[in-house]
């Protein structure tokens, strides 16, 4: 939904306690909306807040702004792909693990962010960064030896492990991490076998 430029922070106020989502979102990426507003609504909308060509104008006036809205707020806002490099770099060195957790399941992180995520003390955080589907080859090899058995159960579970990954994780002192790894190989396998069907193999 396309809103007036023209519209005022009131108006936009008024439009964002509004029940229609289309409405709402529009609100969030309005330029004119304020700032407590944007807040309000940065959980639901985070694209459209993190979009809003307002923002970088409302931060040159407040520079802290996004750093005071609630936590759980700006934990969506990290995870966002939309998230700017400076809240990147915020979230990378906040003193909080968590601030680390949700930056490694960014999706547009750069090499570098994903390198030093991977090698964080907290091993919530190198198990996001296991997950994600980009993962170079280096860091999958390097995260299938990681100390913890729930990072090494994150790399079982990838469709993409290399076999030097598989056969180190078929002798893993975790029976957690080899059942992961014997469930995945089946559908894997089982997804091969069907695909031949599917070709008349």
């Known amino acids: 939904m ?11 106020e008024r439009l964002a306690r509004q029940d229609a989502p289309d409405v ?15 807040s ?14 307002g923002l970088p104008l409302l931060r040159l006036a407040h520079p802290g702004l996004v750093l005071e809205w609630p936590r759980a707020t700006q934990l969506i806002l990290i995870r ?8 990147r770099r915020y979230a990378l060195t906040h003193a909080q693990s968590d601030y680390q957790v949700a930056l490694a399941t960014n999706p547009a992180l750069e090499a570098e962010t994903v390198a030093v995520l991977a090698a964080h003390p907290a091993w919530q955080v190198r198990a996001r960064i296991a997950a994600r589907p980009d993962l170079p080859a280096a860091l999958i090899e390097a995260l299938a030896a990681d100390p913890d058995y729930g990072v090494r159960m994150y790399i079982a579970a990838r469709a993409d492990l290399p076999e030097s990954g598989v056969a180190r994780l078929r002798r893993d002192s975790s029976v957690f991490v ?15 076998f069907l695909g031949l069907c599917v070709l008349g193999l």
């Open 80 to 87: 966002h792909a939309r998230a700017p490099r400076w809240l």
């Open 40 to 53: 309000a609504l940065a959980p639901e909308f985070p694209g459209e807040v993190l979009g809003n060509p």
């Open 178 to 192: 080899r059942q992961v790894l014997e469930q995945t190989q089946r559908a894997g396998l089982a997804a091969f």
């Open 24 to 38: 709402r979102a529009a609100v969030a990426a309005h330029p004119n909306t304020p700032p407590h507003v944007l």
């Open 2 to 12: 396309l809103l007036t430029p023209d519209l005022t922070a009131e108006q936009l």
